[in-house]
């Protein structure tokens, strides 16, 4: 798995990748288009390297190129923290390590660019990602009641970052 920064021929995939979630607050081809030019966002995408080791077990004779697009993550970078506003991978590779990849090199960015933490919100009935989030050291620190359209809760979550830490 490649993480590299995103670029306008991405966004298709990456709305696909937003699309394929129901309930997700996606913001489709326009929305990534704004954030590519938007001086603050950074997007990243994680992209197959063309080993096929991260190729789905249960799609037996599918191939992606490599390059295709697993999933992104856009942040902004709002001095003395970033900001994740966005964080979808593919479900044909969920558990396979992009999402992890993803905030690692998030943080890694942050850090280059004199940030001290990063924040995100998060669904409070998203248990997977709330424990992806836990396992990559954001702990939830407030509550945005009835944040989501759905009226569930929004959980504001936060990891501090050290300079010389590893990511």
């Given at each position: 798995m490649t993480v590299r920064r995103a670029f306008e021929k991405d966004i298709p995939a990456l709305a696909a990748i937003e699309a394929a979630?129901?309930?997700y607050p996606a913001w489709g081809e326009k929305g990534l288009r704004e954030e590519l030019a938007n001086p603050s966002s950074?997007?990243?995408v994680a992209e197959l390297d063309g080993s096929g080791r991260h190729l789905p077990?249960?799609?037996?004779?599918?191939?992606?190129p490599a390059g295709a697009p697993a999933?992104?993550?856009?942040f902004w970078i709002v001095r003395p923290e970033a900001q994740i506003n966005s964080l979808a991978v593919s479900a044909a590779f969920l558990r396979r390590g992009a999402a992890r990849a993803l905030l690692g090199k998030c943080a890694e960015y942050a850090r280059k660019s004199a940030?001290?933490?990063i924040t995100l919100e998060v669904g409070e009935n998203n248990a997977p990602a709330r424990a992806l989030y836990a396992a990559a050291g954001f702990e939830v620190e407030g509550r945005r009641p009835k944040f989501y359209n759905n009226a569930e809760d929004a959980l504001l979550m936060r990891r501090a970052l050290s300079p010389g830490e590893k990511t």
């Open positions: 979630w129901p309930g950074v997007t990243l077990r249960s799609v037996p004779g599918v191939l992606r999933g992104f993550i856009n940030c001290a933490s």
